[in-house]
């Protein structure tokens, strides 16, 4: 039997128009509720109707790390000879990722797609020189400096954390304050 054009049409229609309905009233885009409304007054217990609360709370650029990474980091870290050493839970871009660990003496530096974290137990500010110097305060413990260079179109974020000293920086273009918030969200990772 030979179904002719306009069947098939109608029923391709068909099946898009019933495949797409849903017994949910509300449309895809709507705001998911995350509170009770209470019985009168139709907000919860913070004033806020379900409808004002964010859907996503999470940073855009959070990070995650494999165990094999984070193993990685670990060892890494073990021969630049860091007690301590601090990873981003944010990243420098909204598609960024940790790409890898690498050692050159007693510097470790933690190599994402958008940018780079060198950590170390000695200083690593630039000394002298002509550069320019802006404080920035990260939180309320943590302080850090933009230095840039006179010849050059690079900034570094230098800050520290309980001896280990650290710099954010990248050789492409980046926001400042998308690498504070990476400066802001170093915690400790813990050693196994």
Known sequence: MKINKPYRLAACIAVLLLGGCSSNPQPPDAAVPTET?????????????????????????????????????????????LVNVYIPEIGGGPDDYFEEAKVDGKRLTLHFIRMAITESMEELEPAGGNRTVKKVQLSPQLE??????????????????????????????????????TAQSLILLQQK
Request: glycine share 8%.
């Open 144 to 181: 850090g400096k933009w230095i840039s260079e006179e010849d050059s179109t690079l900034e570094y974020l230098y800050g520290e954390i309980d001896n280990t000293h650290f710099e954010i920086f990248s050789a492409r273009m980046f926001d400042r304050k998308d690498f504070e918030q």
């Open 37 to 81: 409304a209470g019985p009168a007054s139709g907000t919860g217990e913070t004033g806020r109707s379900a409808l004002d609360t964010p859907v996503c709370e999470e940073p855009v650029h959070k990070l995650h790390y494999s165990r094999n990474q984070l193993q990685e980091i670990r060892e890494a870290a073990q021969k630049a000879g």
